[in-house]
């Protein structure tokens, strides 16, 4: 019997070449999808890499010692960013502040791979503010920072104090040395030395990052604070120093007294007098601004000034009638010279002589800006009714003269006047606040409102003048309205001559003082 074998089925040439096929293309994607991995992760690695080098040169914000940030990179020792990356690895140039290598330890043992991508290809890197990469075939760039400035030329602001707060004033303030000692950008350091203003304050500028030491010498006792100093990118931070004994604490003296009467008038003959709180070795008493009870144009004048005393009254104008109803009259009193309020105030009193024309007055002392002055007449050597003018007023000083009513015969024999000059600005002094500034240049015969800022808790003295000579109308300056946060004036002309009162505008300084009593300060420089 014949057996058949069955017949064996095998793939068919057409099968297998859709298998071969088939398999081809999963193998092409498999590879594509391994070089997009491959790529990815040289991707991923290279910018990894670039910002190691970015801390390498700036630093690493989160290395922090004590509270403080410690890594600062190459441009913390050396207060420049390096020429090339090589700068990271090996010193460009035998610097003494250089403290690499930079680049981590793994880095460090290639001296070659740090500088080049993934893909083999050198960095771009040329000093500036970013790190390039192009072996991908396109560019990658990691940006280290804004600007150079960011973290070469940064700027510090401080306070110097001694032990009982104190501050320098003018007094010590050239008395103290702060120096600080930073990189160069060679490689080497330089100690930068600078001095506070009167108030304590001063800046340290052109600062790179980094931690600097700090040295701040009271000179005459060679004291040292010394510190160091972490200076952030952008740098914003404002520190309080103090030192341990009171080397700024002179003891205050009182060096003057603000005070007001409130009264009227029975006739023009009559002066009053006014005991003040201190015996003065040259005091100088200003009367000048007045309240507006009275439309009668008025002024205030001041005669006899002695270290204990002085007398004055409401002076009307020749043309009027003498007697004058209830005003707040305010005056202060200060010690002929320069002084220094504890806040670091300037403040400069004194008289001089003269007439009808101009005289001028040069400060003992220039201030920083032009400073608020608050004049009136101190004598009664011509009984003709007279105000002070004054023009020109700068920080070195001003031009004062004495003006008769308008009816007059515009000439005035010699008078002794007086004249206060303070830095514009509100403080403390004596534990009362005070205020003083100038207005705009847009005070007329129409009623301007000065804002207190910041505002007083009660009304306070006020004392208010119009330093420039815009107009040539005899004139003067009165108030009204005063409170806590605000007050008005006005400039008043008179009328002896016609009845018209109409001014141009004119600057008004001005002083309110929270209430009266003395004046302290330190000696003067």
């Known amino acids: 019997m014949t057996h058949l074998l069955p017949r064996e089925q095998g793939f068919s040439l057409i099968e297998m070449t859709i298998v071969i096929v088939v398999i081809g293309i999963l193998a092409g994607v498999a590879m594509q999808s391994m ?82 991508d993934e893909w083999g290809q050198l960095y771009t890197y040329t000093g500036g503010l970013t790190i390039t990469s192009t072996g991908s075939g396109s560019t990658i760039i990691k940006k280290i920072a804004d600007t150079t400035s960011d973290y070469l030329l940064n700027t510090l602001n401080g306070t110097i104090k001694d032990a009982n707060d104190s501050l320098p004033g003018s007094v010590y303030k050239d008395s103290v040395d702060i120096k600080i000692t930073i990189p160069n950008g060679s490689g080497s350091t330089v100690t930068k030395t600078y001095h506070p203003d009167s108030i304590g304050a001063f800046t340290l500028d052109s600062i790179p990052v980094g931690q600097h030491e700090l040295r701040i010498i009271y000179t005459p006792e060679a004291d040292t604070l010394f510190r160091y100093l972490t200076v952030l990118p952008r740098h914003k931070s404002s520190l309080v120093y103090e ?27 009559d002066w009053y007098a006014v005991s003040l709180n201190s015996i003065y070795t040259s005091p100088v008493v200003v009367m000048r601004g007045l309240s507006y009870n009275g439309s009668d144009p008025t002024h205030l004048r001041v005669r006899n000034v002695t270290s204990t005393s002085f007398e004055w009254q409401m002076e009307e104008w020749d043309y009027c009638d003498g007697p004058h109803t209830t005003e707040t009259c305010p005056y202060i009193v200060v010690e002929a010279g320069v002084h220094i309020f504890e806040d670091g105030t300037m ?5 001089v002589s003269t007439t009808d024309s101009w005289t001028s007055v040069t400060f003992s002392q220039s201030f920083s800006s032009t400073p608020a002055l608050i004049t009136g007449v101190a004598s009664y050597n011509d009984a003709a009714a007279c105000i002070t003018r004054t023009r020109n007023l700068s920080s070195t000083g001003f031009q004062i003269k004495v003006q008769e009513e308008e009816a007059a015969n515009g000439s005035h024999g010699a008078e002794s006047v007086a004249w206060v000059a303070i830095e514009i600005g509100s403080g403390t002094n004596n534990s009362v606040a005070f205020l003083a500034g100038r207005t705009p240049n847009s005070v007329t015969h129409n009623w301007y409102t000065i804002n207190f800022s910041p505002a007083f808790s009660l009304a306070p003295i006020f004392l208010c003048h119009d330093d420039t000579y815009n107009g040539g109308n005899t004139c003067g300056t009165r108030f009204q309205n005063l409170g806590a946060s605000s007050v008005q004036v006005k400039i008043e002309e008179e009328k002896s001559k016609d009845s018209e009162v109409n001014h141009t505008t004119e600057v008004v300084s001005y002083l309110a003082w929270g209430s009266a009593g003395n004046i302290v300060a330190q000696s003067s420089p």
């Not at 020429?83 to 930079?102: C, Q, R």
């Not at 030192?243 to 006739?267: C, P």
């Not at 403040?347 to 008289?351: C, F, K, L, R």
């Open 243 to 269: 030192f341990a004994s009171g080397h700024f604490s002179s003891d205050l003296t009182n060096i003057g007294e603000v005070g007001q009467i409130v009264r009227n008038q029975a006739t023009g003959a």
């Open 35 to 116: 070089k997009a991995i491959v790529e990815d992760t040289r991707q991923v690695k290279t910018e990894r890499e670039m910002e190691m080098l970015a801390k390498a040169i700036v630093g690493d914000p989160a290395l922090v010692s004590n509270g403080e940030r410690s890594d600062f990179g190459y441009v913390g020792n050396i207060g420049s960013f390096p020429p090339n990356l090589e700068a990271l690895m090996s010193n460009p140039s035998s610097y003494t502040t250089w403290d690499g290598p930079y680049v981590p330890s793994g880095f460090a043992q290639d001296t070659l791979g740090f500088k080049t």
């Open 347 to 351: 403040i400069q009193a004194g008289t």
